[in-house]
């Protein structure tokens, strides 16, 4: 199975700040990594798929980067509605799977 | 608007079976593969199976082959995983996913169905 390695675990972040969370896969996916934002309540949201495209909707604050084994989501000038989690996946093989996830919280 | 709604879950006892249900609108059912995912409590998210828009072809993470059935029924739009010999490790919430046929990647997702298997 591709293991997915997210980092950090926990993100403290201020408004307006910006901030990166990464993702390693244990071999090359080619760009087959979706980015999924969960919030309380809500259904998971897609963001970012095939490593770098915005999902129809994702406000362009939010950027994806990286092919093969390293992929980076970047958030640039937080709002108050990106506190959430946010989880990585890969879908260039069976079993998908998912990184542990990245919580990132307001300071 | 797409919607996913799952029902059927609930407590169970370990080696009983659970059947849940999705009930989709919104979009052609018939033309977008589907899958469950689960979130163990406190824990990350974890694929479990994938169909085929015609459901001729089907996926099993390993741990719930044999024992799962993902199925369904393109009239009714409603999306099926039938859990047989559960187990306390299955305990979790299943999610409801619409797959996009261009890239695969999971686009919708519902809101959940919480299923608890202890005795």
């Known amino acids: 199975d591709v293991q997915m390695t997210q980092s950090p675990s926990y993100l403290a972040a201020s408004p307006g700040e910006s901030v990166s969370i990464s993702c390693k896969a244990s071999?090359?996916?080619?760009?087959?990594l979706a980015w999924y934002q969960e919030k309380p309540g809500k259904a998971n949201k897609l963001l970012i798929h095939?490593?770098?495209t915005l999902q129809s909707g994702t406000p362009s604050r939010f950027s994806g980067s990286g092919s093969g084994t390293d992929f980076t989501l970047t958030i640039r000038s937080l709002e108050s509605e990106d506190f959430a989690v946010y989880y990585c996946?890969?879908?260039?093989?069976?079993?998908?799977?998912f990184g542990g996830g990245t919580k990132l919280e307001l300071k | 608007e797409v919607q996913l709604v799952e029902s059927g879950g609930g407590l169970v006892q370990p080696g009983r079976s659970m059947k849940l249900s999705c009930a989709a609108s919104?979009?052609?059912?018939?033309?977008?593969?589907m899958a469950w995912v689960r979130q163990a409590p406190t824990k990350g998210l974890e694929w479990v199976a994938t169909?085929?828009?015609?459901?001729?072809?089907?996926y099993y993470r390993d741990s719930v082959k044999g024992r799962f059935t993902i199925s369904r029924d393109n009239a009714k739009s409603t999306l099926y995983l039938q859990m047989n010999s559960l187990r306390s490790e299955d305990t979790a919430t299943y999610y409801c996913?619409?797959?996009?046929?261009?890239?695969?990647?999971?686009?919708?997702w519902g809101q959940g169905a919480s299923v608890t298997v202890s005795s």
């Open positions: 996913t619409r797959i996009l046929r261009v890239n695969y990647v999971m686009d919708a």
């Open positions: 919104g979009f052609t059912f018939s033309s977008f593969p």
């Open positions: 169909i085929s828009t015609s459901g001729g072809s089907t």
């Open positions: 071999k090359s996916i080619s760009n087959n």
């Open positions: 095939s490593g770098s």
């Open positions: 996946q890969q879908y260039n093989e069976y079993p998908w799977t």
